[in-house]
């Protein structure tokens, strides 16, 4: 029964204790707390640098389309050949990347 009377009387500090308590947890661990903040600053660099590679890869491979579509570039045909085939001329070293 004294408990029950010790809480009646002190419910607004009890009550604002529990409000802190609660606005602070979601403040730092939340969804939309520090700890997300930071975990989502680390994902969007991480899909910057992925985009940045996927940009350089597709500026490759438009630029090996156009030597092989626009004008036919020789010197290009024949590294592929090259490359493709492992072939050489007589006498011609071969050296593999």
Do not use: C, H, P, W
Not at 38 to 59: C, F, G, T
Not at 66 to 74: Q, W
Request: hydrophobic residues 45%.
């Amino acid at each position: 029964m004294r408990f029950l009377e010790i809480i009646n009387r002190k419910k607004f500090a009890l009550l604002s204790v529990f409000l802190f308590i609660y606005v602070m947890l979601n403040l730092v661990d939340g969804e939309r707390g520090l700890i997300s903040y930071y975990k989502k600053q680390i994902l969007i660099k991480d899909l910057l640098v992925e985009k940045k590679s996927l940009e350089n890869e597709l500026y490759l491979i438009e630029k090996k389309n156009d030597l092989l579509t626009g004008s036919v570039d020789i010197d290009y045909l024949e590294t592929l050949y090259r490359e493709k085939f492992m072939v050489g001329k007589k006498g011609e070293k071969i050296f593999i990347k």
